[in-house]
């Protein structure tokens, strides 16, 4: 049995339980490891309340006593002005075009596989370590392919899509083969004397500490009163602005007058440039097919059309699809229409478990391949 090398690895610790004990199984793996806590709020008090958010004060002292106890270099680096021009910036200016973002994507693609991974091989580390729950595999070519989590049930896949060939080359994922519960996880750090044990997960939108994406875009975008209208163009309503909706949104619409047929109504489309909403019945949202933009692929890009199955959210369900490059960018076709589709979110494409790429949302088709664009 050949032995595994010895790398040297930088360990990205979040301040979470997962981090730190894949920072220490690495360890326990005989490489060597340091690890590293990403300062990514210029003001670090203000991303977390509660069980919300990342990146505090609170964070880094965690993530300090954990290296400690496994017995690692540890270090703090800023990249702070990176992450709000990279992450939070482009979150704003995406809604702002009337699209529907996910920030953990851009960090993964911007931070932590690209300003920390670089950073990380200019000073002679060999790989970037995360807790993300994902497998690497390397075929007999060598060439490195990123497969679902052996527990699909944890599986974050999804957010590492955007991952290229020579990002996974660098790239540990320490949780990504067991079939652990995340209880199992805890009782792994607890036995390991890892104070983050029992520290509850951070979730929603790190950089938005109370959960109110609402207000923090108004904050940045200001409000500005619009109309919503039917399917008709008919104005049945008004909002305080268009970057308050998401495609496939339900609650929250304030439309005074029911719609004829007594069914709940949702927003179709978004529209930035005249600043209306559109809304209609639920099988308005069903779409055949869509094209993406900035394809990014976890390996050699696909040739022409081929069967895959798709992934559309971070914790949906995947679909069968027929997808192929089509010029710079992509266009996918499902076997059965989907709904809750929005401009703005990411395709991932899966070959069996394996990841064959993702890309960008451009716009999406209700009718068959050939028929106008619905929006």
């Not at 540990?172 to 519960?181: E, H, I, S």
Request: proline share 6%.
């Amino acid at each position: 049995m050949t032995a595994t090398p010895r790398l040297r690895v930088l360990a990205a610790m979040s301040g979470g339980v997962d981090s730190a004990v894949a920072a220490a199984r690495a360890a326990e793996a005989g490489h060597d490891v340091t690890g590293v806590h990403l300062a990514l709020s210029a003001n670090p008090q203000s991303f977390r309340t509660g069980a919300r958010g990342c990146c505090t004060l609170e964070d880094s002292r965690d993530a300090r006593r954990a290296a400690d106890v496994i017995g690692i270099p540890f270090y703090v680096w800023d990249l702070a002005e990176r992450f709000r021009e990279d992450v939070v910036d482009d979150f704003v200016d995406e809604y702002r075009a009337g699209r529907t973002p996910n920030p953990c994507l851009r960090c993964n693609e911007r931070i932590k596989f690209a300003a920390l991974l670089d950073r990380a091989l200019a000073l002679g580390f060999d790989a970037v370590c995360t807790g993300h729950y994902a497998r690497i595999v390397t075929r007999a070519d060598g060439e490195r392919e990123m497969h679902r989590a052996s527990d699909e049930a944890k599986d974050q896949s999804y957010v590492l899509g955007v991952l290229d060939a020579r990002q996974l080359a660098h790239a540990l994922f320490p949780l990504g083969d067991t079939l652990t519960t995340k209880a199992e996880i805890r009782a792994e750090a607890e036995r390991r004397g890892l104070a983050v044990a029992k520290k509850p997960d951070s979730h929603d939108i790190c950089f938005i500490a109370d959960g109110d994406t609402q207000g923090f875009l108004a904050s940045r975008l200001g409000e500005a009163e619009g109309d919503i209208l039917d399917e008709d163009g008919e104005r049945i309503g008004t909002h305080q602005g268009a970057h308050g909706f998401t495609v496939g949104q339900r609650k929250g619409l304030r439309i005074g007058r029911p719609a004829p047929d007594g069914k709940p109504r949702y927003v179709l489309d978004i529209s930035p440039v005249d600043n209306t909403v559109t809304v209609g019945p639920a099988e308005s949202l069903d779409v055949r097919s869509l094209t993406a933009i900035r394809p990014r692929w976890c390996g050699t890009p696909p040739q022409g059309p081929a069967r895959y199955t798709a992934q559309l959210r971070a914790h949906g369900d995947e679909t069968p699809v027929t997808a192929a490059p089509e010029g710079e960018g992509l266009r996918v076709s499902f076997d059965a229409p989907v709904r809750g589709v929005a401009p703005g979110q990411a395709v991932v494409l899966y070959d069996g478990t394996r990841v064959v790429g993702s890309a960008t949302i451009a716009a999406t088709r209700r009718a068959p391949d050939g028929a106008a664009a619905d929006r």
